[in-house]
């Protein structure tokens, strides 16, 4: 019966499963009391009901169709009940009838709840009539409560307030047992359609119950309660089969959230894709403050009064929604709205909505609102991100946003150089700002994208980099001008800003912090696997970078190296404490346009390191003396290799050709050059010093220098090399030497500890004696002793050398001594050792540290590395003096045959 009962109630309910139809809110007017009366009233209520939504806002269907039910219950029901067989139904309608005469005063309640709501009240003139009805019928007060509560518990526009107050005297009255079984059964009815019209008014939350209505929708929540909490209401909801409130309070709230989000977040129908982009990210920007607007205004009510998460269900829906728009924008396979025919360009290139994946563009827009509405649907407690949701559908956007970067960046790339290196840098301050922007939540995603990323910018420096370095910067050949231009520095320095910028991308990137999310999350295999691509990229394309840049200096040297070569052949020619013309106006310009200090500490990228453990590549030999080497002196030091080569150059053609005082004004030109480069803020001496330097200025020394003192510097190394404590003493010379006036005499007195091999003719050993060099006196004597066969020999003989021939130049000559052993008839001697003596350190006669000397006789091999006998062969084809002295030692030492054919085809 109950149930039969719900379903009558259920289809005669506006709007709860199955509206009045137009039949029966047609004929109401029929069934009240006073026919045409009530159809006069009816239209004036209709137009007072006008009046009042102008002035409070439209209802919902359930609100204004709920009006009008009460009025059709007072004409189809209460008024059937009327007569003395049922005198609580003829109050009933009696009050009914007070109710549709407006016998009401307007109230005003609090909370924005009480405005036409109705609280209880009526006017006194209605309020004596029915006092004195309910004394003609007998009626006690139990039955006039009871009836107050069917006829205003039907009321929409009921005071929430009014409502729990009746609710709480029918339970009372429960509790006392004060209801006949016929009451019970319309209480039953009554409590069923309250509830079931309360239900339904939260699947339209926000117009019954909108903001500012908080004491109405707690006061009806807590009505709500209270009839499921009491135990008579609650056994008397039973019977008619009625759920647990809160679970249909929760269906309710959750078919309204499903609804309302649906409506909220959507995608618009038809138009551009750009035009459906702007209208998603408008509609996701405004699901943050949605949320905290619901939350703040009904989740704390609706979860104390009715223990129902609101705000759990509307964040579930709001994410299921924000899941079906992304899902229908931008999934690929799916059917996605018409895109637009005009795209953005970059780089020259058309791009789709759908590809334009930068900054501030509706794509961009859209995934950082989804990423915040996401963020805002997520509870606060919640440990699930938003990378479930949402960021695979903007991987293919993302991909199509990093591919078609650098196509035109190869070398046939128009516009000026440095317009072209400005947009490198202006695409890694965008780049860099992407990255911190995108936040893509997923770390493993992340780090593919990171890698994406980092690729494209390599990509597109080194390309970019590579036209540079493709077109040569032009050569200055006007006297006194730089060797360089503006352009040229301008340039170089900006693709050198490139190679750092490079160095910078692991940092500027994060990518330390991507590898380590990796980890965190449990994907050390990719975690591996990125951080080893990461520090591959950056160290190849650091390394590339770097050549390229010098490969641009070089080339630019090469440009100047013909002017650099004519105007080292001029000053040389010139003479002077001079350097090129040219060097200091280009030191002038570069130190004017290139930076005097570098960040960097080595070629290879510094930021490596933040990748990977390994240490950095040790720094370029010829830089090892400047830790951070500039661009300036970087090419610097390039220059001066070139300098130096031009010296060189002309060393060589020079050599043979021209006189020491050529080679003296060569030395002082280098060395002023030297200074030059060298100066503070320049080179560091020890990096220019390099063996290219080194090796001409020993050519310059060497020929610089005259034959007689290369002859003389030839005699005292060799004295410096016998008198080695390392040779074998191969016999032993007493000699007695002093100066006197007028000459100079020496005394061969004995041969001793001869090491001569034994043969069946006795050695006949003589002692050769001359003062060498004999080249600075032509004239000068060789002396010879007689040959003795027996060991030791004995031959005190005296030889005298006059004093002119051991001063000026001589003053630095010395006595050779020679111990020779032919054998037979043979008038060659068989070499056995030699000795020098030097003429400064024999005394004079009347000296007291005059004594015997005994002289160490040893047979130095020939010297192939002495710098005077290379110098000497340099000056042979001019010098006869050379030549001549060549010639001789080759007869002293055959071995130097070899060495000369050897110095003539290279060592």
């Known amino acids: 019966m109950f149930k039969a009962l719900r379903r009558s109630v259920e289809t005669s309910l506006p709007g709860v499963r199955g509206a009045h139809q137009a039949k029966g809110r047609s004929g109401g007017g029929d069934l009240s009391p006073s026919g045409d009366k009530d159809a006069r009233h009816t239209e004036r209520n209709k137009h007072d009901r006008e009046t009042k939504e102008a002035a409070l806002g439209v209802k919902s269907r359930l609100e204004v169709t709920s009006e009008e039910h009460w009025r059709l219950v007072a004409g189809q029901v209460f008024q059937a009940w009327t007569g003395d067989a049922c005198p609580r139904r003829c109050y009933q309608a009696s009050l009914a009838h007070a109710l549709t005469h ?117 006061l009806t929540l807590r009505t709500l309660r209270r009839l499921e909490d009491h135990p008579a209401t609650r056994r008397l909801l039973d019977t008619a089969g009625q759920p647990p409130i809160p679970e249909d309070a929760a269906a309710a709230l959750q078919r309204h959230a499903h609804d309302w989000w649906g409506e909220v977040v959507k995608v618009v129908p038809g138009g551009t894709y750009e035009v459906q982009l702007g209208s998603a990210v408008t509609a996701v920007t405004r699901v943050p403050a949605l949320l905290r607007r619901e939350a703040e205004t009904y989740h704390e009510t609706f979860q104390r009064e009715l223990t129902v998460p609101y705000d759990d269900l509307c964040r579930r829906e709001a994410r299921s929604r924000l899941d079906h728009l992304a899902h229908t924008l931008l999934t690929p396979g799916k059917p996605t709205p018409q895109v637009s025919a005009k795209g953005e360009h970059r780089d020259g290139v058309v791009v789709s909505h759908l590809q334009n994946f930068a900054v501030g563009s509706p794509l961009w827009l859209l995934y950082k609102s989804l990423g915040r509405a996401y963020s805002a649907c997520d509870a606060s407690d919640s440990k699930t991100t938003a ?62 994208v990171a890698a994406g990323l980092l690729g494209r910018l390599c990509s597109l420096a080194t390309r970019r980099c590579q036209g540079v370095v493709a077109r040569p910067p032009r050569g200055s050949t006007r006297p006194l001008q730089p060797y360089f231009d503006i352009e040229f520095c301008s340039s170089l320095k900006s693709v050198s800003r490139v190679a750092l910028e490079v160095q910078g991308l692991s940092q500027d990137l994060g990518l330390a912090g991507v590898v380590q999310g990796m980890r965190g999350c449990g994907r050390g295999g990719a975690a591996d696997q990125a951080q080893d691509t990461f520090v591959a990229l950056l160290a190849s394309v650091g390394q590339n970078l770097e050549n390229l840049l010098d490969q641009y200096m070089d080339g630019a040297i090469d440009q100047a190296l013909l002017k650099l070569g004519e105007e080292v052949v001029e000053v040389c020619e010139r003479g002077g404490n001079e350097t090129p013309p040219s060097l200091p106006s280009t030191f002038a310009l570069l130190q004017e346009h290139l930076p005097l200090s570098s960040s960097r500490s080595h070629y290879l990228p510094t930021h490596a390191a933040e990748v990977s453990p390994d240490p950095p590549s040790p720094p370029s030999p010829c830089l090892s003396v400047c830790a951070s080497p500039s661009l300036l002196q970087r090419l610097l030091l390039r220059l001066w290799d070139a300098v130096v080569l031009q010296f060189m150059v002309n060393v060589a053609e020079k050599t043979g050709r021209q006189t020491s005082e050529y080679f003296c004004r060569v030395h002082t030109i280098l060395e002023a050059t030297f200074r030059l480069f060298t100066s503070p803020g320049r080179l560091h001496p020890r990096a220019a010093a390099t063996p290219g330097y080194r090796s001409v200025v020993e050519q310059v020394k060497a020929q610089r220098v005259s034959c007689p003192s290369l002859i003389l510097q030839y005699y005292h190394t060799r004295h410096a090399e016998q008198t080695d404590t390392l040779l074998p003493t191969l016999a032993h010379v007493l000699v007695r030497a002093f100066h006197q006036p007028g000459h100079l005499t020496v005394r061969v007195l004995e041969a001793r500890d001869v090491a001569a091999p034994g043969s069946r003719s006795p050695p006949r050993y003589h002692v050769t004696l001359q003062l060498v060099p004999r080249e600075l006196r032509a004239g000068a004597a060789l002396h010879r002793t007689t040959p003795v066969t027996h060991c030791p020999a004995s031959f005190y003989q005296t030889f005298e050398f006059p004093t002119g021939e051991c001063q000026g130049e001589g003053g630095a000559a010395l006595l050779h001594f020679t111990l020779e052993a032919p054998r037979g008839s043979s008038t060659t001697g068989a070499f056995i050792g030699e000795a020098f003596l030097p003429l400064a350190a024999i005394p004079y006669v009347d000296s007291p540290h005059l004594q015997n000397t005994t002289l160490r006789m040893t047979a130095p091999n020939f010297p192939h590395g002495y710098e005077c006998v290379e110098a000497l062969r340099a000056w042979a084809s001019s010098d006869e003096q050379a030549a001549s002295f060549l010639r001789m030692l080759e007869r002293r030492h055959p071995e130097a045959r070899g060495a000369t054919k050897r110095s003539k085809n290279g060592p």
């Open 387 to 448: 990378a479930s949701h949402y960021p695979a559908c903007f991987l293919g956007s993302v991909a199509a946003w990093l591919e078609p970067a650098g196509r035109d960046a190869g070398p046939g790339h128009s516009g000026s150089v440095i317009s072209s290196l400005q947009d490198v840098l202006t695409a890694f301050m965008e780049a860099r700002e992407w990255w911190r922007e995108l936040s893509w939540p997923d770390p493993e995603t992340r780090g593919v």
């Open 102 to 218: 407006r016998h009401t005063p307007n109230t005003e309640g609090g909370d924005g709840g009480g405005v036409g709501a109705w609280g209880g009240r009526l006017s006194p003139a209605a309020v004596r009539e029915l006092a004195q009805l309910a004394g003609q019928l007998g009626l006690g007060t139990a039955a006039q409560q009871l009836a107050w509560w069917l006829v205003g518990s039907r009321l929409a526009s009921v005071d929430a307030a009014w409502t729990l107050r009746q609710v709480e005297e029918v339970q009372a009255c429960l509790d006392a047992a004060a209801y006949t079984e016929e009451e019970q059964a319309d209480l039953l009815h009554s409590l069923t359609l309250y509830v079931y019209s309360q239900v339904n008014r939260l699947k339209a939350l926000h117009t019954a119950f909108p903001h500012g209505a908080g004491t109405q929708l707690t």
